[in-house]
């Protein structure tokens, strides 16, 4: 498996791309099964005690992720909600990416503690290409992240939680 990050400050969007060892009919499953996200979503120390997906365009879904150790907000659970807006199967999704409290009502990054310039709505767009040997390219753009240290954070996060997918698609 391979990495590759890109950051482009300027459109404060995070790019990151991996390799998996896995047919892309898989890789796409594992971003829209409630049961395969649970699997992986979140960086290595959270667990997703709820994740919910109303897969179509206009759909919403609504993530938690929580840690037993770290910051007093990891541990009561950090939700996300966001509605899809694009859904090509088995090869791009679109959707939007926000802070949320447990009801899925959209709240400022503030919510959790975290200060910087988090827009209230950002977009994450994945795309999965079939290559050689039954593996999958995924490109992930998650545009809005504020630059410095929320961008660093965003992409171990975001790696962190691939390295999960990778495992969860052996």
């Known amino acids: 498996m391979t990495s590759n990050l890109t950051t482009r400050p300027a459109e404060r969007e995070l790019v990151i791309t991996r390799i998996f060892d896995a047919p892309r009919d898989l890789v796409w499953k594992a971003w829209t099964d409630p049961k395969m996200v649970k699997k992986w979503w979140g960086p290595k120390i959270f667990k997703a005690p709820h994740i919910s997906i109303d ?32 859904i090509k199967e088995p090869e791009k999704l679109v959707m939007t990416d ?9 709240v400022p990054a503030s919510h ?20 050689e040997d039954n593996k ?35």
């Not at 996300?80 to 807006?85: A, D, F, L, V």
């Not at 975290?114 to 290559?131: K, Q, R, W």
């Not at 504020?146 to 962190?160: C, F, T, V």
Request: one cysteine or more.
């Open 112 to 131: 959790y503690g975290m200060d910087g310039d988090f827009p209230l709505e950002m977009l994450v767009t994945v795309t999965l290409e079939e290559i």
């Open 55 to 86: 897969f179509r365009v206009g759909g919403r879904y609504l993530f938690c992720m929580q840690s037993e150790i770290g910051e007093e907000a990891w541990k009561k659970g950090i939700w996300s909600t966001g509605e899809y807006r694009e």
């Open 98 to 106: 926000c802070f949320a409290d447990e009801h899925g009502n959209v």
């Open 136 to 170: 999958t390219k995924m490109t992930l753009r998650h545009a809005g992240i504020p630059a410095g240290e929320h961008e660093k954070g965003a992409s171990e996060g975001w790696n962190e939680s691939f390295d999960k997918l990778a495992e969860s698609l052996r």
